[in-house]
């Protein structure tokens, strides 16, 4: 407890001496004016920061205006790499007058000594390495580069760390020599750890979020932002959620475009005069793309702040108008400018997902459907809806079909909901999904023998017929069309499901409906009477005569007559296989 105390201490110290350098400092103004002379922050005359030879820092690279706050410029140096940073003091050591200090010298060291301090509380989980080389072998040097492939954001549960070890092989012991250090048991270790980010976190999100909201170089931006990619992987890990929360809430708010007074865009809904308004530096892409990466990499353990990430991106795409595209069409999301790596980014997250534990592909689609919610509700109030999540719905499912019985209601019945939308965009985006998803998931599911699961799929198409609308009935008897086509041999005792669906189109007022409902009638009869249950011959003449009875079209009616002679002819033809069977 004592241990843990001064590590507190000594983050809240920090904390203080970036904020009091990156604040006008009244002392040193004051002691300005009474010694005649400009003192500069450092302590430092301009002469003396100009004295090459003699000043402490000055042979590295210094950015003039590393950092903005309070309308004031502060100059930093460029940071060491993480982990690598020593004070240059200790290197002259040897000389006998002591070095004059180079302008951003001390910010430069407490921003060195802040993400040292995070890297460090990075490397303490069971195995000493960064949670980021743990998740992301192939991690890219910038988040502005490509998107990782699927093999390199492979993530894996919490309790798969402490047999992980960076650089081995596949069974290596993680005590190897591999150059990875084992640190006591995992659960000592997530202990010590939650204790530390506990008691410092306060203090160093308040930092993070000042360097990151004064930063003007873009490489500084980036060592901030990858400190809170490792914030976000630890907090996580030891379940602190509600820290986890405030670390990505601040991300997110980074991450917003700004309108044309400097402000945050919040409001997802775009006006006719909107786009020309709306700016988005290259700061505010760079917290883009550190966000979702922080979803590719830290997915895992993201739980319910899932919600805050999707969220944050929702805003993003509608507000620069961009679209998320299936992955087969990746060639038209390049044409999107700038937008394109964000594109990219999202369905690289739609793909990884197959590598996501159960529990937190849930979280993930309960948060996508929670989203697709509040569509819905925007629907209802007039207002235009936000269509980001529906797709991001179907790319999640399409890649997670092996394991449809974890999803595959809670998805179903969101998507159900909005076809009865009065929405037309939102119930065509919904009935498309469905039907895009269950011919996926028969074929899955089809040659696997599970006839239970084959079932429940299909009984999802069948509920489509519940919605009166005949946008949907359309889609649904156009879905009807592919099944039949590629598992027609398959369906064995569901056929009920697929004469019942071609029934419900008779009993609308559309004749377009009609007229698509007969031909798949007309289909079944033409290839699959003989395959049909005994028990349903007797329903297929029944959707024959209600297609006979119906007023929308009199050449159906009068065709479904003589569809029905020719029923009467393949059962007499097949009366003895009838009676034996």
Known sequence: ??????????????????????????????????????????GATPSEVGGMSTTLGSGSNIYREGFQFGGTTHAVLALSPVGTARGMLLQMLDKQDAPQVAEGYALSE?????????????????VETPLDDVHLTAEPANFESAAPSVSSVRQMSPSAHSSVSVGSGP????????????????????????????????????????LLDASQVPSITEAVLRAFHTLVGVCGRVELDTVMQSFLQNLSKASQPLDALGQPTISPVLQDDRPTAIKMTSKKLQCTKCLLSVALVHGVVLRNSWLT????????????????????????????????HLVLLLQQLCQNSSFLSDKALLDLLSSLSTLFKVAERQARSGREPLLFASHL????????????????????????????SNHAGLREVSAKALTTLIPLALQEHGSAGNREVFHNILSSLS????????????????????????????????????????????????????????????????????LLPLACLTLCLDVASTFG????????????????????????HHQSTIEVG
């Open 309 to 340: 990430v999707l969220e944050t991106y929702q805003t993003v795409f509608s507000i620069l108008g961009l679209q998320v595209l299936p992955s087969n069409h990746q060639d038209e999301a390049l044409s999107q400018g700038e937008g394109s």
């Open 549 to 572: 009875l119906q007023t929308q079209d009199l050449n159906i009616s009068l065709t479904a007559v003589g569809l029905l002679w020719n029923m009467s002819d393949f059962l007499c």
């Open 393 to 420: 719905l179907v790319l999640c499912c399409k890649v997670n079909l092996k394991r449809l019985d974890l999803f595959w209601q809670i998805v179903v019945d969101r998507f159900l909901s909005a076809c009865s």
């Open 1 to 42: 407890e004592q241990s843990t105390k001064v590590f507190a201490d000594i983050i809240c110290s920090l904390h203080l001496f970036i904020q009091n350098q990156l604040q006008p400092n009244l002392s040193a103004s004051l002691t300005a004016s009474s010694s005649g002379h400009q003192v500069h922050q450092d």
């Open 171 to 210: 069974g290596a012991d993680a005590s190897s020599d591999c150059g990875v250090k084992v640190i006591g048991t995992e659960a000592d270790s997530d202990r010590v750890v939650h204790e530390m980010v506990k008691v410092s976190s306060k203090d160093i999100l308040g930092s993070l979020s000042l």
């Open 463 to 530: 509920k489509m017929s519940d919605v009166s609308r005949a946008d949907v009935c359309h889609q649904q008897l156009s879905c009807v069309f592919q099944i039949l086509q590629s598992l027609g041999d398959q369906l064995g005792d569901d056929w009920p499901l697929i004469l019942q669906i071609i029934r419900s189109s008779a009993q609308l007022d559309q004749s377009a409906v009609v007229q698509l409902g007969f031909e798949a009638l007309q289909l079944v009869a033409a290839d699959f009477l003989a």
């Open 110 to 126: 407490g921003v060195s000594c802040l993400l040292d301090t995070v890297h460090s509380v990075g490397l303490s989980p069971v």
